[in-house]
């Protein structure tokens, strides 16, 4: 079945329009990734719900969010704050969900938003919105993004993930089938724990996302978006791999895992697993 809603997954710590580091080089109003969320859900008319569920300090993660969608000139942007599967059952939370252009996860625990919002009447609502709905667009930045596959890492530290067992894996919400996803994947050295989860399931493509990087996916194409780089692994073609019959806490082997480096621009087709890159004397996105 071919979905028709868009998907933008983030790496974390994206511009928000007060961040003065020189790593974020594109316009924050015109070229940011906050910028792009807001135009594939219809621009500052766009009725945007930012849930802000995985944060440990929801109130300062919704207010800078106001803040950084009205900076980009919107005007209907909304914080649902859900902190229990009750919450996600009530009938402002379904109204709100119901009638947004865009839902926009943010970061923190990623286990909070599939424990809480998973199965649920919202979550079945986006599911079927997602699918059958062109125009309508899941966000989601770090925590966020890593609950947008239906196999989500839950844990796994990066100095122990080359080992079998490091890597823990939990359900997702299921808005993408075919991707684990993975953020503050530079910053964080999170190669190994990817390399894990795609030992696990050689079938998938793993993303590691860095910061301020994300992923504009329609019709099975990513587009790369956002300062900073997008890595694809890509487990079709392993010849050899360990991750079954190892104890845990052993080393592991995987040969011939493909691995794509990709930047602002760039795309990759997840049905083809065919990269596509700018031109080098295109502009950046």
Do not use: W
């Amino acid at each position: 079945m071919t979905v028709k809603g868009t998907l933008i997954p983030i790496g974390g710590n994206e511009d928000k329009g007060k961040n003065e580091s020189e790593k974020h080089t594109l316009g924050f109003i015109d070229e940011g990734i906050l910028y792009h969320v807001k135009q594939q859900a219809g621009g500052k008319y766009a009725n945007i719900v930012v849930i802000t569920t995985a944060s440990s300090i929801p109130e300062e993660v919704g207010e800078n969010y106001l803040s950084a969608f009205t900076a980009l000139g919107c005007e209907n942007v909304t914080v649902l704050d859900i902190r229990s599967k009750e919450e996600s059952e009530n009938q402002s939370s379904i109204d709100l969900i119901k009638a947004a252009n865009c839902i926009m996860f943010s970061g923190g625990d990623q286990s909070k938003i599939t424990n809480k919002i998973g199965g649920t009447t919202i979550h079945k609502i986006m599911l079927e919105r997602f699918q059958n709905e062109i125009g309508f667009v899941i966000a989601g930045t770090s925590a966020g993004a890593m609950a947008m596959g239906k196999e989500m890492i839950a844990g796994g530290k990066a100095s122990e993930a080359f080992v079998k067992g490091a890597v823990t894996m939990y359900k997702g919400l299921g808005f993408v089938k075919e991707l684990i996803i993975d953020t503050h994947f530079i910053q964080r050295g999170r190669f190994g724990r990817v390399s894990g989860a795609i030992a696990k399931f050689p079938n998938l493509l793993g993303v590691g996302l860095a910061e301020d990087t994300g992923l504009i996916i329609k019709n099975g194409k990513c587009l790369v978006i956002g300062s900073g780089m997008a890595i694809v692994f890509d487990g079709s073609r392993i010849s050899h791999n360990k991750e079954k019959v190892l104890d845990d806490g052993t080393p592991m082997t995987i040969a011939n895992l493909t691995v794509h480096v990709l930047s602002n621009g760039d795309m990759y087709y997840i049905e083809e697993r065919m990269v596509n890159v700018l031109p080098i004397e295109a502009d950046f996105i």
